[in-house]
Nanobody, 124 residues
Framework: QLAESGGSLVQAGGSLRLSCAVS????????IGWFRQVPGKEREGVSC????????YYSDFAHGRFTISRDLARNTVDLQMDSLKPEDTARYYC???????????????????WGQGTQVTVSS
């Protein structure tokens, strides 16, 4: 089970830290991805973290501004978002799956489980 938190309203240039709490499994060997979706548009991959070695992957728009990390003690995968832009406004989701794997483009493939999402709104 996945549960996101940390979404909020923030001004452009600001920062937010999203958290994905994982229950029912440990994240040590789980590949976890962050996605976002704007109403009327397709869901897009933001970043992905590979469980075996904590290797990280980012989409082009996230590279250099967002940082994905994990906290083994809290069993969470976090997404630190800096230099936020109005176009980052979206609902952000975390996802995983038994056979899920990170793509080089910062997305998670073969997802099975999703959280309910957390809303991020960036004002100009």
């Amino acid at each position: 089970q996945l549960a996101e938190s940390g979404g909020s309203l923030v001004q452009a240039g600001g920062s937010l830290r999203l958290s994905c709490a994982v229950s029912g499994d440990t994240i040590n060997y789980s590949n976890i991805g962050w996605f976002r979706q704007v109403p009327g548009k397709e869901r897009e991959g933001v970043s992905c973290l590979r469980g075996t070695d904590a290797k990280t992957y980012y989409s082009d728009f996230a590279h250099g501004r967002f940082t994905i990390s994990r906290d083994l003690a809290r069993n969470t995968v976090d997404l630190q978002m800096d230099s936020l832009k109005p176009e980052d406004t979206a609902r952000y989701y975390c996802a995983s799956g038994r056979s899920a794997f990170c793509s080089g483009a910062g997305s998670l493939m073969a997802t099975e489980w999703w959280g309910q999402g957390t809303q991020v709104t960036v004002s100009s």
